[in-house]
């Protein structure tokens, strides 16, 4: 018998306006155009995938089909609080992360802890893409974030993020 995989497809609307609107506001954002969320959301997409390339590497050489915490824990993690805030769902970043994981490996597994640590390490690394964005916005002297400002603050962050 042959065994099939299920294709998860557009997972990325499970982190939805409101769990990102509430990253937004604590980071210092009162005002945020409508178009912020679909630009965070690329911008989350484009950060796992350099993550799980890099992760992809490390369970092959240990022919595993789990990842562990420990896989995680060599690489350099920056800006991530110990204290997690809950802002997003469990269930709608896991399946964001397996559905993004299945294009570099199919038939991976995920331990519980890691999926809270990259949880954690989304939630961080959103408020700091926030708060990084405000200081642009605040540079041109606006009330409102717009896509621009997040686009700018990503490509700051993404090449020092972890």
């Not at 993550?51 to 089909?65: G, H, P, S, Y």
């Not at 490996?105 to 959103?126: G, P, R």
């Not at 408020?127 to 964005?133: N, R, Y």
Request: include cysteine.
């Amino acid at each position: 018998m042959v065994k099939t995989h299920k294709v998860l497809r557009d997972n990325i609307q499970g982190i939805n306006r409101y769990s990102l609107r509430r990253i937004a506001i604590e980071a210092g954002n009162p005002r945020v155009s409508g178009l912020v969320y679909e630009e965070v959301r690329s911008i989350i997409v484009a950060w796992l995938e350099e993550i799980f390339k890099l992760l992809v590497a490390v369970i092959e050489q240990r022919r595993a089909k789990t990842i562990k915490i420990r896989d995680i824990e060599l690489f350099n993690w920056k800006y991530i609080d110990k204290q997690p805030e809950n802002k997003l769902q469990k269930l709608p970043v896991e399946r964001l992360l397996r559905e993004v994981i299945q294009d570099y490996k199919t038939d991976v597994n995920f331990s519980s802890d890691v999926i809270d640590f990259l949880k954690i390490a989304l939630e961080s690394y959103l408020f700091t893409l926030f708060e990084k964005a405000s200081e642009y916005r605040k540079l041109e002297k606006r009330e409102t974030l717009f896509p621009g400002d997040v686009r700018k603050a990503s490509n700051d962050l993404l090449e020092c993020f972890f």
